[in-house]
Structures are given as C-alpha cells and as structure tokens.
C-alpha cells in the first residue's frame, strides 16, 4: 500500500496527489511513468511521474478525470492509501545536450511535459514552452512553468487567456521570430502532436512526442501498447512513451485508441453509480 501524502485539485478534472513511495522516488527520471491501481479490484492504469523527490521519498502524479478508474483514484483521500504503485516504468526522456528545445503541451499533458521542462532547465538549456487548453477554467501549472521557462505561451481554444488559437500558431511564431530549436518535445493529445510534428517538419526541426496508447502491464508482456514506428512494431511500455515524432504512424494510433470506447463508456457509469465521487 502506499499512502497518500497530499491530494490537491488543480481544476476541476485534474488532480494532483502527492505519494510516498522512497524506491520509485530514487530511481526516478522525467519521461517514465507508474501503474496505479486505486483499489483492490481496479483496473491498473498508467500516469507519468510528474515530479519526485529523492530526499522525501515522494512521487507527484497529476491525473484528469476521465472514466472509471480515474474516478476511483480521485474519490481517495489524502491520509489512505492506494492498493499499488509500480514504476518507474517506460525509458526516460533524453535531456543531455541540448542547447534549445521547445515543450509543448496540450491539456493534461502538461503534466508529462513539465518535468522535461524543469530537466531542460536544470541542464542549462535554454527552454520554450507552449501550453493549450480549451479554455482558461482548465490551465494548469501556469507558474511552474513560467519558473523553468525562458519564453512562455499560453494558448487557448476560446481566447479566454492568453492567445486564441492552436499550440502550433505559436510554435510557428517562435521559429519565425528566429529562434532556432535542437528539437521540440511535444505532449499532448494525439491529434496535436501529429500537427505539431507536421510544423517541424515544415521548419526541418527534430521533433519527439510521448505516445499514450492502452496499457496494461506496462512491461512489454501483453502487446496492448504497440505502435507503428518507422514501418517497424514498438511497445510503448519499454521502447518508449517517447518517439522519433517524423516516424510514428499517428493515423493507426488514433484508430487503437478508440478501440474500447464502448467499454470504456460502461466502466465509466459503473464507476459513477457505485462511487460518491468525492473531490475535496
Ligand atoms: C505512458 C502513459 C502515461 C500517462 N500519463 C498520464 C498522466 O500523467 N495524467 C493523466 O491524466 N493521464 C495519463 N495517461 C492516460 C491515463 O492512463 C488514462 O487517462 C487512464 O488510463 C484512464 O483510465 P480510466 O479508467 O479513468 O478511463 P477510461 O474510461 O477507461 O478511459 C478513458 C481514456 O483513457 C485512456 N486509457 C484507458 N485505459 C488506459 C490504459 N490502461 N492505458 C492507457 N490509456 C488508457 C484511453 O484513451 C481512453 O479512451 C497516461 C497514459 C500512458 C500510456
Ligand atoms: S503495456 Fe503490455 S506490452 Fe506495453
């Protein structure tokens, strides 16, 4: 069991929780990611370690609230504990050597994003950041962000903060403001991530994308996970979550991922039915 040392809503969808778990803090490194499974009887589902300390012991994950699994994660409290937390999982993020990079992130995504960010950083490379949201009621770590970031955009589907419009109008603004990236790290929704690597291709620039097709044991077992890479089959449990983003098929990833819906949706309203859906 590992206990749940803090629980904090960062909009009314995301949650951040605070766990202790010393040998997963330890080893940590951005880019790789733990199964969860809430309860006893959970489905196990993969979040990215959105932060950790090693002195503390204590991995951060921030989760969107989406269907069955999700809901019975966020009805816990701070002080339970969640049945199991296995990582980190996945390989992580190459961070070494870079000059400039710019990280895009889109929705909950920002949560994988940000530790690649602040990694960046810490390293001395210089850091662009661009986030979209749908609207400005869903933006979240807006300040960690602006903390690791030289240039940082803000974009939103309504207009409602920051700039109307895509996460790719302004990647395309900052290359041609002259600003010259080793690669750019996007993070996102898949859509997005397939336009953002369009753009890079357009400018020439290296881009990499952290894929999240279903996953369920999350160490290259049950082939749940495959992706198309350069003609060539790759698990995203243990090749991955991040790929060359000029080699991914996304058009066959979106059709897996909407392989369960139906499933998916029923899970969903079991979940509903059987929990108080308590957000605190
Ligand atoms: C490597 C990786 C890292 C991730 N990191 C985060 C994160 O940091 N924060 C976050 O909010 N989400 C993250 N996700 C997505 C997260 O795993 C799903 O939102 C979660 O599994 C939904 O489960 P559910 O039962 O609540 O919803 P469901 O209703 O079962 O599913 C909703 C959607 O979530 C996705 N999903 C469902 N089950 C899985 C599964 N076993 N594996 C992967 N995706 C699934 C599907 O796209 C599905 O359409 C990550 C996914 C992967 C693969
Ligand atoms: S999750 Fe089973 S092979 Fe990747």
Avoid: W
Wanted: proline share 4%; glycine share 10%; hydrophobic share 40%.
């Amino acid at each position: 069991m590992y206990k749940i040392l803090e629980k904090t809503a960062l909009n009314p969808t995301v949650t951040e929780m605070l766990i202790e778990a010393p040998l997963i803090a330890k080893k940590a490194m951005p880019g790789q990611f733990i199964i969860v499974r809430p309860l006893a009887d959970s489905e196990r589902i993969p979040l990215t370690i959105a932060g950790y300390d090693r002195v503390k012991g204590t991995v951060k994950i921030i989760f969107q609230i989406v269907g069955g699994t999700t809901m019975e994660l966020n009805a816990l409290r701070a002080g339970d504990s969640v049945h199991d937390f296995v990582g980190p999982l996945g390989r992580a993020t190459e961070v070494e050597g870079f000059k400039k990079v710019c990280v895009i992130g889109g929705g909950v995504g920002c949560a994988i994003a940000l530790p690649i960010a602040e990694e960046l950083h810490a390293r001395g490379c210089i850091v662009h950041s661009v986030v979209g949201f749908r609207n400005h009621d869903l933006l979240i770590l807006e300040k960690e962000f602006q903390a690791c970031s030289e240039e940082f955009r803000v974009m939103t589907d309504d207009g409602s903060y920051g700039t109307k419009g895509v996460v790719t109008a302004a990647l395309e603004e900052l290359v041609n403001a002259g600003n010259q990236y080793d690669e750019v790290i996007t993070i996102g929704p898949l859509i997005m991530m397939k336009f953002a690597v369009k753009t890079c291709q357009k400018f020439g620039i290296k881009s990499v994308v952290s894929m999240n097709p279903i996953m369920i044991d999350g160490t290259g077992m049950c082939g749940g996970c495959r992706l198309t890479v350069g003609g060539e089959t790759k698990f995203a449990c243990v090749d991955g979550p991040d790929f060359d983003g000029d080699l991914v098929d996304f058009d066959e990833a979106m059709k897996r991922g909407t392989m369960y819906r139906d499933f998916e949706a029923h899970a969903r309203e079991a979940a509903c039915n059987l929990l108080n859906k308590e957000v605190q």
